[in-house]
């Protein structure tokens, strides 16, 4: 990287990543769960059912591998090492580790408590709804450092699934997603309910999103997730960004897509590595499931930030305003768009909800960001 077989086309795959032409690109549609695969009922799309009874659920397949070595080929010992190691360590901590010092989304209690309480003043059901209901939002993004060819090139921006507890939300995703135009897809992380324990079910309910995109779909990883999950997300046609870049070329012009590993809780994020090989005044994207890294983001000259993390408060009171986006970031960076320096950022409010399956005053989204030139 860069260079010609570094390029990954609208379509295509990047070949950048050692060994990993073959798990992805011979055949990788082969392989991918149908798209007709829709999520046919409550009981058995997303959980262990769906995954006993779909035997090309390939997830399912590269669980029964030995994960730490295939991690070992795709990141490099010292890394996967590394990074399994702080997972270990840190997995479902309450109080510490990360950016903030106090983390509900590992506090398990507090999904009863807020249930419960939501239920007894008759809220919960409503609550639901209204975390079922995805809107389509647009983001115009106009920047003279663009190329030419992709004026008018268009992101499909999904971010916080929180797959395998949001089943509604993921049929109303299905839905929207189809009748959608797009020329790539990011998905900014968050794609396990819980912060701990078996993913399979994530992964289950992943390939069958998945199967409902256009490719080339580019990812990064949330707190919630577990590294352990990058060879089932990428064997369905994720490429995971960890600390990475690829090229986005049209013609004889390129766009830079980085991301970088969580950043939020693990603290494994690399701006400098994923940056390193953006050429100078070239137009560049970042994709962090955390704003909070939106100095070192505008100060590496990245000059489109897209992230997610904060579900935008998603329990908002009256006007939209957030109770606590479980971040150290300024409120107005918390949903939608906003300006650091140079930098564009935007802010996902989440397709999914986490911790309970509620939303108030805050509609789940998904977001297509319009690339202008000028
Ligand atoms: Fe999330």
Same mark, same amino acid.
């Given at each position: 990287m860069p260079g010609q077989d570094d390029r990954a086309m609208p379509g295509q795959y990047d070949?950048?990543?050692?060994?990993h032409d073959d798990r992805i690109?011979?055949?990788h549609d082969d392989n991918r769960v149908s798209r007709a695969v829709v999520f046919p009922s409550p009981k058995n799309a997303l959980g262990s059912q769906a995954c006993e009874q779909d035997p090309t659920d390939r997830g399912q397949l590269l669980m029964n591998n030995d994960i730490p070595r295939q991690l070992e080929q795709r990141l490099g010992r010292l890394y996967a090492r590394q990074r399994l190691g702080i997972e270990r360590d840190h997995?479902?901590?309450?109080?510490?580790?990360?950016?903030? $010092? $106090?983390h509900p989304e590992n506090w398990y209690s507090a999904h009863v408590v807020i249930r419960n309480v939501l239920k007894l003043i008759g809220l919960y059901g409503r609550g639901c709804r209204n975390a079922e209901r995805i809107v389509v939002t647009h983001n115009e993004v106009r920047s003279?450092?663009?190329?030419?060819? $992709?004026?008018?090139f268009t992101i499909l921006h999904i971010s916080d699934l929180h797959v395998d507890m949001n089943e509604g939300a993921m049929r109303c995703l299905i839905e929207q997603v189809g009748g959608l135009h797009y020329d790539l897809c990011v998905m900014t992380g968050d794609y396990r309910g819980k912060t701990f324990g078996s993913f399979q079910a994530a992964l289950n309910g992943m390939a069958v999103v998945r199967a409902h995109l256009k490719d080339p779909v580019y990812g990064v990883l949330g707190n919630?997730?577990?590294?352990?999950m990058i060879p089932g997300l990428e064997a369905m046609g994720i490429r995971m960004l960890l600390n990475e870049c690829v090229v986005i070329a049209r013609g004889d012009q390129r766009i830079y897509l980085a991301g970088i590993d969580d950043a939020h809780y693990f603290r494994v994020d690399n701006i400098e590595k994923a940056g390193s090989q953006v050429q100078d005044g070239e137009f560049s994207i970042l994709l962090s499931?955390?704003?909070?890294i939106y100095r070192q983001a505008a100060y590496a000259n990245f000059n489109l930030l897209l992230s997610g993390h904060t579900h935008g408060g998603q329990i908002c009171l009256p006007g939209s305003i957030p109770i606590t986006l479980d971040s150290v970031l300024p409120r107005h960076m918390g949903a939608g768009r906003w300006q650091y320096r140079n930098m564009i950022g935007y802010t996902s409010v989440g397709v999914g909800s986490s911790i309970v399956p509620v939303r108030f005053n805050c509609p789940p989204e998904i977001t297509l960001h319009h690339l202008r030139h000028g």
């Open positions: 070949r950048a990543m050692p060994g690109m011979p055949g997995e479902a901590q309450i109080f510490g580790q990360g950016v903030n $010092f $106090f003279k450092q663009l190329p030419p060819s $992709f004026d008018g919630h997730d577990t590294i352990q499931h955390t704003p909070e």
